[in-house]
């Protein structure tokens, strides 16, 4: 056999091949939305037709006689026909897992939870394995927009009741002196700017809050004393104390600075010791303590009051939360009640790049709050 006829032959039977791949190709094209059983099986079944196609055309050319190459169609037709029938098998476990991925994602559209579950190829597995973990993604999204939709109304609930109760007081109060029925207008004066504060405090917070959750907080950092600035908070906060019959100690680790925003920090140390002042009982003692360690300064505030129940401490900086021992209006004039003081003071530690955490006093009674930020 010349170099001519066997280029003849290799030609015949990729022309054969070329043909019955095309034939199978429209025929894929046209059952596109059929099973994947039926892919499979046109695929197979091209396959062995292409060979025998390719032994028809060229038997000639390689000089075989028509019994030969009928024993060469025949074994190629009945190896064709056990493979395409081994391909409806195989095939099935292969459609069983497409639809049961269908349904998972059906599920997962749904809002269910989806299983994990072998597949009988690589690439379906991992398609079940991205499933299952945007599932778990989607549920846990869920799960979180549930507890901050129930927070949200919680937090509008309270709020609102501790907008109303200093409206209706000065409302009351108001129309007592406006038809000149009090027996003490000096003492319903006062009353009336008490209030007015608190309702500032609390609108103040609200406005504050806002512009955190909206991205709003923008830090002007400077290398600043940490001592001096909290000796000088609470000497301003000192009178306050004594009023309300607290005691202010100030402790500090010398040289102790830190990068940050003086006025935000200040804000963020105030809400703290307000709210120690406001949980001290009368007697009591509030410490402010500046300390550091090799990586971060820390300011921390300890009171003498009823402390942290054990389920409050990861709720303490939430807002609009209030312990069960702070569902009164507050006795503090510049504290606001609405429960949104900690959560601010979070925001502007988070913002320098710190942590603000509560802790059950190592005294009988009392909590501790620590506000941490990097040296730099």
């Known amino acids: 056999m010349t170099a001519l006829d ?8 990729a022309a054969a091949a070329a043909v019955t791949g095309i034939a199978a190709a429209v025929t894929l094209r046209l059952a596109r939305r059929a099973p994947i059983i039926v892919h499979v099986v046109v695929i ?6 292409a060979v025998a196609g390719g032994i028809a055309l060229t038997a000639n ?8 190459t009928a024993v060469a169609l025949t074994v190629t037709a009945a190896s064709g026909i056990v493979a395409i029938g081994v391909s409806v098998v195989l095939a099935s476990a292969l459609s069983r897992d497409a639809r049961a991925l269908g349904r ?23 398609v079940q394995g991205d499933l299952v973990t945007s599932s778990e993604r989607l549920l846990a999204a869920r799960d979180d927009a549930l507890r901050s939709e129930q927070s949200r109304r919680e937090l509008v609930t309270r709020i609102a009741h501790d907008l109303l109760a200093p409206v209706a007081s ?22 009336l700017g008490a209030h007015a504060a608190r309702l500032q405090s609390l609108v103040g917070d609200l406005f504050e809050l806002s ?24 000497a301003e906060y000192g009178e306050l104390a004594r009023a309300h019959d607290v005691v202010l100690r100030f402790s500090a680790a010398s040289g102790t600075v830190a990068p940050l925003d ?25 410490t402010v303590a500046v300390m550091a360690d090799a990586h971060a ?15 409050d401490v990861p709720h303490v900086f939430e807002a609009g939360w209030r312990g069960t021992s702070a569902r009164t209006a507050p006795r503090v004039g510049l504290a606001g009640g609405a429960g949104l003081g900690l959560a601010i003071t979070r925001a502007i530690i988070e913002a320098h790049g710190g942590t603000a955490t509560a802790h059950a006093s190592t005294e009988a009674s009392g909590a501790e709050v620590r506000l941490r930020v990097p040296l730099g």
């Open 6 to 13: 066997y280029l003849q032959i290799v030609g015949t039977a």
């Open 44 to 49: 197979v079944a091209a396959a062995v037709l």
């Open 61 to 68: 050319a390689m000089y075989i006689s028509e019994s030969d």
């Open 104 to 126: 998972d994602a059906r599920r997962l559209g749904a809002g269910e939870a989806v299983e994990p579950a072998d597949r009988c190829t690589a690439e379906l597995d991992d």
């Open 170 to 191: 000065i409302q009351a109060i108001a129309e007592l002196l406006e038809d000149g029925l009090s027996a003490e207008p000096e003492r319903h004066a006062h009353q």
């Open 211 to 234: 512009r955190i959750d909206a991205g709003a907080l923008a830090l002007t950092t400077e290398t600043v004393s940490l001592t001096d600035l909290a000796s000088d908070v609470v």
């Open 262 to 286: 003086a006025r935000q920090f200040s804000r963020a140390l105030v809400n703290v010791l307000i709210n120690a002042i406001e949980h001290s009982p009368a007697g009591g003692t509030v």
């Open 297 to 311: 300064a820390i300011v921390a505030v300890r009171d003498e009051g009823p402390g942290f129940e054990p389920g």
